[in-house]
């Protein structure tokens, strides 16, 4: 019998279902479906355990800027098909302040180098679908996980699964669950240094039913504050305000959402992004965020559980697949040989990719965004910061080099 038909035939409450994996996936976002896809594909067993539904997963609307390393993981694990047909590739991106758009030539500097516009619920949707193909277990809809025993060499996972208490012993467990996750709490406070930095502002986003009327991205810096104009695909846009962390969205009217997205984005030239009708809104706060070591001995902490950033950069989705493509490469070793010198080294090799995209996250973000205190020469000095940047090659040079990303290393 199947672990999963064992588990549906046992009666709650009277039965603890025990059953075994190599890794304990907890969390089916792009972190834990990714994981699975490369051990599966490297012949390794693993359990993912996630507590929202199939629907909200693939509903959830977040980031849509891949790199050039997601895009090529995503077709070298075989789920690149409607991602080629449907990614929207940019060379390039512009920077727009004083009434004016700059572009920067990424594709140029960095010797052809780019970005994918492909929604992160696209990415989990195309997951979601290789997983189910592989018949490996992805469980939905999990309540009450908890992490154990990960000190010693049999960590556990328990939860229950429609209504039955399970018990899944593991050799590893990878902490997929992102920033809310439990994974890092049950980590002992005195084995985690936190190093942190929330921010004085959130982003209003928005998707709207209107053709882009800008073939690539235009971040804005405006004395009204900051605002970014992206896509979806030819009939969608996405745009995004920088707001207060915790605006009321119900005081946004979709009136008011256009004229301020036109007063800070519209340049002199004409230039404004078309408008339609507004079918999703939501407020993000915004927060960098590092959690050191990501290991505590057989617990693995990867993606948004082990570090955040702002989403100025577009690093979050890409980090987390940086991650779990190191630690799928480290668990092969593991398997293979007994080898552990690459799962000793996946936390300080990982924290390396880490504190680079959170440098360029911050930056990008204070290079961007208006804070409270902020007179009217830090906007003069955030002016002449982007009027540098867009005339200096070496700088272009270094803002393309970090946007479009390096390749994934093991
Ligand atoms: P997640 O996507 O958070 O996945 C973790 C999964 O674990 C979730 O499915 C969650 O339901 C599940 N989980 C949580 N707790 C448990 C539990 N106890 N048991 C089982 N499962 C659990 N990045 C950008 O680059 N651009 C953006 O515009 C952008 N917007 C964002 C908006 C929001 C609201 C948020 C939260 C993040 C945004 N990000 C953005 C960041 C980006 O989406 C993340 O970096 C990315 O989702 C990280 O993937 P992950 O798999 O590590 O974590
Ligand atoms: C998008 C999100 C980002 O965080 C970003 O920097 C650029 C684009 C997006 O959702 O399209």
Redesign the pocket.
């Known amino acids: 019998m199947s672990w999963s038909a064992a588990a549906h035939g046992a009666k709650a409450g009277t039965t603890i279902m025990l059953s075994r994996t190599q890794v304990g996936i ?7 479906l990714m994981l699975g896809q490369l051990l599966h594909l490297r012949g390794i067993d693993s359990v993912i ?4 539904s199939q629907e909200y ?1 693939i509903e959830r609307v ?4 891949l790199e050039q390393a997601t895009v090529d993981l995503m077709r070298e694990v075989g789920v690149g098909g409607r991602l080629a047909r449907e990614g929207l590739r940019h060379d390039g991106v512009y920077l727009a302040f004083g009434g004016a758009r700059h572009r920067i030539d990424m594709a140029e500097l960095t010797g052809g180098r780019g970005i994918t516009i492909y929604g ?1 619920n696209e990415v989990v949707r195309d997951l979601i679908d290789a997983r189910q193909a592989s018949g490996r277990p992805l469980h939905f809809e ?1 309540e009450d ?1 908890s992490v154990h025993d990960f000190t010693s060499g049999t960590p556990t996972i328990r939860y229950r699964l429609n209504g039955v208490a399970c018990e899944l012993t593991c050799d590893v467990i990878a902490g ?7 994974t890092r709490p049950a980590i002992p406070a005195d084995r985690l240094r936190i190093f942190e930095r929330a921010y004085p502002f959130g ?1 209003l ?1 928005i998707l709207a039913e209107a053709a882009p009327s800008s073939d690539e991205l235009v971040y804005s810096l405006h004395e009204r504050g900051f605002a970014l104009f992206s896509m979806r695909s030819p009939q969608v846009t996405r745009l ?1 305000l920088q707001c207060a962390p915790d605006e009321d969205i119900g005081a946004w009217s979709d009136d008011r959402i256009w004229s301020e997205l036109d007063a800070r984005l519209a340049t002199n030239d004409g230039w404004r992004p078309n408008h339609g009708r507004i079918f999703q809104k ?1 407020v ?1 706060g915004m927060r960098s965020f590092v959690a050191e070591p990501m290991r505590c001995g057989r617990l693995f902490l ?4 082990a570090h ?2 702002p ?1 100025t950069g ?7 697949m940086a991650d779990v493509y190191r630690l799928a490469v480290a668990l092969e070793d593991f398997y293979r040989s007994g080898n552990e010198a690459r799962l000793d080294a996946y936390s300080e090799r990982a924290l390396a990719r880490t504190w680079r995209a959170q440098r360029f996250s911050w930056w990008m973000t204070s290079m961007l965004h208006r804070a409270d205190g902020d007179n009217p020469f830090d906007f003069r000095r955030q002016r002449a910061e982007l009027e540098y940047l867009v005339g200096s090659r070496a700088a272009m040079t270094s803002l393309a080099e970090s946007y479009t990303g390096a390749a994934f290393d093991a």
């Open positions: 907890v969390g089916a976002g792009p972190a834990g355990l996630e507590n929202r997963v977040r980031a849509g800027v992160q999990v996980v997929c669950d992102g920033f809310h996750g439990i982003w986003g995004y939501g993000t990867a993606g948004d559980a955040i950033v989403p577009a690093k979050g989705l890409n980090l987390a």
